[in-house]
Every structure is written in structure tokens, then in C-alpha cells.
């Protein structure tokens, strides 16, 4: 018997997870006369009992959004840090989260990218080096309104910590090392707080769009040890914000470990203001800090785009490398990195490969400019990099017409747009390394890929950000010679 709605959308209701899919949905199993009703529930883990609302109902499945966890599974383990929705996998030990996240992956490949021996051509599974306190940005926010974690009500008053998941109003104040950033800082939260609230000022509501403290969006660089600090306000209450005490706090707080503390004014009514956009006033220090990759020295901004966990990128980058360098010709072979940034991979493939020709590719002017830059201060005076769409690129540079050996391609989340990826095939090169930190988009790809006479030759796994659901892949593709 075909399977029939028995829930609709907005009911609330208590399932167990018996089962986890790609991407952390934890997966619940109903069956009554009807047949097998399956719910997929994110953040959730097998064993846990939960309280859910139903989001979309279809007749054979239901997804749903987790409202809290009732029970916990055998499967968890307790810890001292202070909960987020940004790590709801951290009471899960590390070995079941790559069990899952493997398993998961696998599965995608074979079930999207048509790969029926998908065993044999999985490279390695690839571990961060740093399990706890890997990331190098957080952005937090204050509110009006908030929510105990792992509470429902919502309050009224102050609060400052992470927005309650799947909502846009309430924030989840944060009392603590999160275990996911820096210590000191998340430590030291509390007392920004209160610092505030003792002075009278108001956190931002974002129904009445009033309030005077907004965001804290802080970046941290591991090879210096220092943070940068971006505090976000509106303009409401400028003449009672005194920026001298304000600057002494953090001063006093981090010492030398302060590279940064910056006051961007942002009116903007929208629920997360850029911090990159508004009146930027720079308290103290610099804006920029600097961050090692492999020997590399790269300066980097509060909102500039980073890899989040230093350390694993190294061995994503490495991994990537070794795809490169593997079976690429004696003579002068040209790598191209496209959707290149500002240049990381770029200037690794320079240093990595000094024989090779290696040309960076971006749309985007401003970041062509900051690669430029970031090249010469890492001593690369021979990388070229290119302003340009990828589908005109040998029309205006038809000099590389058929001695492209190699692309690397990063591209964002949602992946390559299928037009975007066939013009990459016409670049004609002979092997492609493609990093995804999406492995679903990817798997899409590998079908495209393979109608136009590339195979996937090996790919390998790397854990970028544990106690998440995300996962990355780094595959290599050859081209087949009809």
C-alpha cells in the first residue's frame, strides 16, 4: 500500500531518530496501516527523541524543522561548552560524526553522480587537525528578544550569542566557550554584555528596528594569535556611547592579543547588516591581520572571504596539490585556477609547481586586484591574473588555446551553474581538480562532466568543520580521448 500524508504542515509533534542522511538530517520513521512515512528532521541525531514542527508534507516523506531535543541518544557524550546551533553535533563523538558523514557521502556520489563502484575511487577521508576552538570568524549577534538554549519562549531584554536556529528574531544568549572559537573571547562575552546594559544601551529588535547595539563580528588569525573586532551599531545612541571606555575594555581585556577594534555605523533596517558596509571608525589598531597557508602570508579583514579552518584547508589545499602534480607533463604545463579570489590557490600552485604556467581567473575586478597584490607581497612577480568571464577567456586570450593542462576550481556552495560548467569544459583541459564544499552539487556535476568525456579518477573527504553537518571533496577528473 502506497504511503499516505499522516502529518500537515505546522503541526508539532515528538518523533525518535532512528537514522542519519547527507547533510545531518536526522531521519524518523513512522509506520501504521498506511505504510512507511519517513520525516527528515536537520541537526538531529540518532537515538535522540524530539520535538519537531512539520515544514513540508509530501505523501511518502515530511521534512521538519527541530524545535528541541526531549531525550538525548546513548549515543552522545557530555561536554563542559556552552551550547550553539552552530555545532549541534559536538556532544557526538568524532569517529560516529565521520562514520555518518562518510557513509552519507558515499551514498550521494552514487545515487546522483551515477558512480556504482564509488568504494574504489574514494581516496581518504581527511580529519581537521583541530577537533575544538578551529574557527577563525564568528559573527554575533545582539537582540531585544531571546530564548534560553534549548528553551521556546521568547523573552524581552538584552541579550548577545547566536540567533535561535530557524528563526530571525530571537537570539540565544552565549555564556561561554562555545568550543568552536577562541576561548578568551567567547569567555569574555558576558562581560560585553552587561558592559552594555550597565550603560544604559539597547540591543536591536528587528520587528521595531530599533535598538543601538547590532553585531560583533570578530576574525581571528592563529598565526599571530590575535583577533580583530568589528562592533556594528546603529546611530541611535552615539552620544551616550563612550568609545574611549568601550576601547580601554577590550584593551584591557586582550592586550596585545587586540590586533583590531573597529566601530562600523550601520542603519541599514535588514536583519544581518553587512559589516563591511557603513561609517567605519577604527578604535584601535589595524583593520587587516595576517594568516599563514603553507608559508604563504595572506592579510585578511574582518569580512574578507577566508577559509574558516585554517589549519584543515592547509590539508584540503595540500590534497588538491597532489591531485595537481600527479602525472602532469615534463614540459611547461599551464594550471589554471578558476573562480580564483584573491589568489590562494593561485600562489599555492605557484609554489607548489614552479615549473608551470599558472594563471588565476576571476570575474571579479577588485578581488583580481587583491590577488595581484597578495602575489607580489608573497614574492610571485610571474602569476597572472585575469579579469574575465570564464566563457570568453580563450577569445580574449587566445594564446592559451590548447595548452590549458590542469584547472582548479573552488566555487561557492551552490556549486557550478551547468552553463557556467560547460563553458569550463570548453577550456579543454585535460584533468580537473575540483574542491566543493558541497559534495551534492558536485555529485550533480560529475554527470555533466561525464557526458562531456571526463571521468572521475579519485576523490578523498576532508572535515572541514566538525561537529557540523558539512562535509568537502576534492575530486580529480581526466579527460578521456575518444
Known sequence: MASKKIYHRGQICSLRITDMAFEGKGIAKIDNEKGRYVVFIPNTIPGQLVECRMVKVKNAYAEAKLIRILE??????????????????????????????????????????????????????????????????????????????????FLDGFALGFKKRGQWLAVEPLSGDSGMFDA????????????????????????????????LAVRKSFSEDKILVNFVSSATELEAFDVDAFTKLFQDEFGDR??????TINDDISDRPKASAGERRLLAGTETLMESIHGLKFEISVESFFQTNPASAELLYQKALDYVKEDHPESKPVLMDLFAGTGTISQLLAQAVPEAEVIGVEIVEEAVKDA????????????????????????????????????????????????????????G???????????????????????????????????????????????LFEKINH
Request: glycine share 6%; hydrophobic share 35%; aromatic share 12%.
Open 258 to 263: 587586540l590586533g583590531g577594534l573597529i566601530h
Open 372 to 427: 595581484r597584490r597578495s602575489a607580489k607581497a608573497n614574492g610571485f612577480e610571474d602569476l597572472k591574473f585575469f579579469a574575465a568571464d570564464v566563457g570568453k577567456f580563450l577569445l580574449e586570450h587566445p594564446e592559451y588555446q590548447g595548452r590549458i593542462h590542469t584547472i582548479t576550481l573552488d566555487p561557492p556552495r551552490a556549486g557550478i551553474a551547468p552553463k557556467t560548467l560547460r563553458k569550463v569544459i570548453r577550456l
Open 184 to 215: 578568551q573571547f567567547e569567555n569574555f562575552l558576558p562581560t560585553i554584555s552587561t558592559w552594555f546594559q550597565e550603560r544604559g544601551h539597547s540591543a536591536w529588535h528587528g520587528k521595531t528596528h530599533e535598538g543601538f547595539c547590532r553585531m
Open 429 to 475: 583541459a585535460e584533468r580537473i581538480v575540483y574542491i566543493s564544499c558541497n559534495p551534492a552539487t558536485q555529485a550533480r556535476d560529475i554527470q555533466i562532466l561525464s557526458e562531456f568525456g571526463y571521468r572521475l579518477k579519485k576523490f578523498s573527504l576532508v572535515d572541514q568543520f566538525p561537529h557540523t553537518a558539512h562535509i568537502e571533496s576534492v575530486a
Open 72 to 153: 538525548a541518544s546513548e549515543l552522545e557524550e557530555a561536554h563542559s561548552y556552552a551550547l550553539i546551533p552552530g555545532a549541534p553535533y559536538l556532544s557526538l563523538p568524532i569517529e560516529k560524526q565521520r562514520e555518518y558523514k562518510q557513509e552519507t557521502s558515499l551514498e550521494l556520489f552514487k545515487r546522483i553522480g551515477k558512480i556504482e563502484e564509488v568504494a574504489h575511487l574514494f581516496d581518504e577521508y581527511i580529519e581537521s587537525p583541530r577537533l575544538l576552538h578551529y574557527r577563525n570568524k564568528m559573527e554575533y549577534s545582539f537582540g531585544a528578544v531571546y530564548v534560553e538554549p534549548g528553551e521556546n519562549q
